[in-house]
């Protein structure tokens, strides 16, 4: 079969950690944390907004350990606990994904990115186009003629051009890649010393791991003593590196449909996390589908919102508000308490429908 909208996947573990690290600590007014719901959210209602997709996915790690702690022991056991305050929150965030209406997905096992890999993988068989949101550059490994990358937070996309333009090699050949480096995040062992551009040094001259491997005689130095004392760890290394793409599913992408979001649940998790624009959002929709029943012709109802992330954008809204007569400004704030609430962001309103949120 063919579709015209791509199936989107995204890597919710992925988001965690980004929306963690690139907001501030927000919180309500029972000082809940807040910051990571606001930013995992935004990321996804972005997604939608652009792709209008009908067939998406939000994958999260599941908890416990993965057939890769079969394979090493120590793998990821240097990693530290997660904070407490990026926990408390994923609760929340999966009840906000669910009561949008899509699809979230936890399996045992596995990571995210393997769950991630197996649909991908069914997806081009079944001749749908895939988007994986995410900023794990482990997931380059997955991109084709049908796979694309999209990263949310700097609005870049990745297909096999950009692949080859970032890294110098062609995404067969990241896994190759990703095992000469290792991953001190995840005790993947590696080669001692070597980084991006030493590891793109070797599969450029010898084309493959494998083919590395049965030169290793070859290379001089210090980097070819390294190598061969690592050579008996490298087929480890590469396995803990590769997506798993054969994750036994009991869905697949066609069934993957979202669902008509729950505004009532919506609502009161906006309420509880103080959330007001989004609130506000909810709120006003029964007017707006209010309005339409009229003997007045329907007028459209098209929507545009987005996020200002470069200059050329919010050059764009300042023409814009200098020019309007009249224009709504909001902010988001750390608190409800005025003695104590920091600004975080800012939004914009000329007419309904057309909005930006400036962070």
Same mark, same amino acid.
């Given at each position: ?103 979230? /997905? ?5 990571? !995210? *990115?393997? =769950?991630? $890999?197996? &649909?991908?993988?069914?997806?081009? #068989? +079944? ?81 493959? /791991? ?5 030169? !290793? *005689?070859? =290379?001089? $130095?210090? &980097?070819?003593?390294?190598?061969? #004392? +690592? ?27 979202m669902q008509a979001a729950d505004n009532q649940k919506l609502a009161e998790l906006y309420r509880r996390y103080e959330f007001k624009s989004w609130l506000q959002e909810l709120d006003s929709a029964p007017a ?72």
């Amino acid at each position: 079969m063919t579709q015209t909208a791509p199936l989107i996947l995204v890597d919710g573990s992925s988001y965690l950690y980004r929306a963690y690290h690139a907001m501030p600590p927000l919180t309500n007014s029972d000082g809940e944390s807040t910051g990571t719901i606001y930013g995992v959210i935004n990321m996804l209602r972005k997604l939608i907004r652009d792709y209008q997709p009908e067939h998406m996915a939000v994958v999260f790690d599941a908890k416990g350990k993965t057939f890769r702690n079969d394979l090493y022991a120590e793998y990821k056991a240097t990693r530290p606990p997660m904070p407490d305050d990026l926990r408390e929150q994923i609760a929340p965030i999966h009840e906000i994904v669910k009561a949008m209406g899509l699809p979230l /997905l936890c399996i045992d096992n596995v990571e !995210a *990115d393997d =769950v991630i $890999g197996t &649909l991908a993988k069914q997806a081009t #068989a +079944a001749g749908i186009e895939t988007v994986i949101s995410t900023g794990d550059k482990d997931m380059a490994q997955l991109v084709s003629e049908h796979v694309t990358l999209v990263n949310t937070m700097n609005n870049t996309k990745t297909d096999i051009a950009a692949v080859q333009e970032k890294f110098g090699l062609t995404p067969q050949q990241i896994v190759d890649y990703l095992a000469l480096m290792g991953d001190k995040v995840d005790n993947i062992p590696g080669v001692d010393s070597v980084g991006p551009k030493t590891a793109t040094k070797l599969l450029q001259q010898y084309g493959s /791991l494998q083919g590395v491997i049965e030169h !290793a *005689d070859e =290379v001089k $130095g210090k &980097l070819g003593e390294k190598l061969r #004392a +690592a050579i008996d760890d490298l087929p480890l290394s590469y396995q803990l590196a590769t997506i798993k793409m054969d994750v036994e599913l009991d869905f697949t992408p066609e069934t993957l449909d979202m669902q008509a979001a729950d505004n009532q649940k919506l609502a009161e998790l906006y309420r509880r996390y103080e959330f007001k624009s989004w609130l506000q959002e909810l709120d006003s929709a029964p007017a707006a589908a209010a309005s339409t029943k009229t003997d007045e012709p329907a007028t459209s109802n098209e929507t545009h919102y987005e996020t200002i992330l470069t200059q050329q954008q919010l050059d764009s809204w300042m023409d814009k508000l200098k020019k309007a007569e009249l224009f709504a400004f909001d902010t988001e704030t750390t608190s409800l308490n005025y003695l104590q609430a920091r600004i975080v962001g800012m939004s914009f309103a000329i007419k309904a429908g057309e909005a930006a949120y400036l962070p």
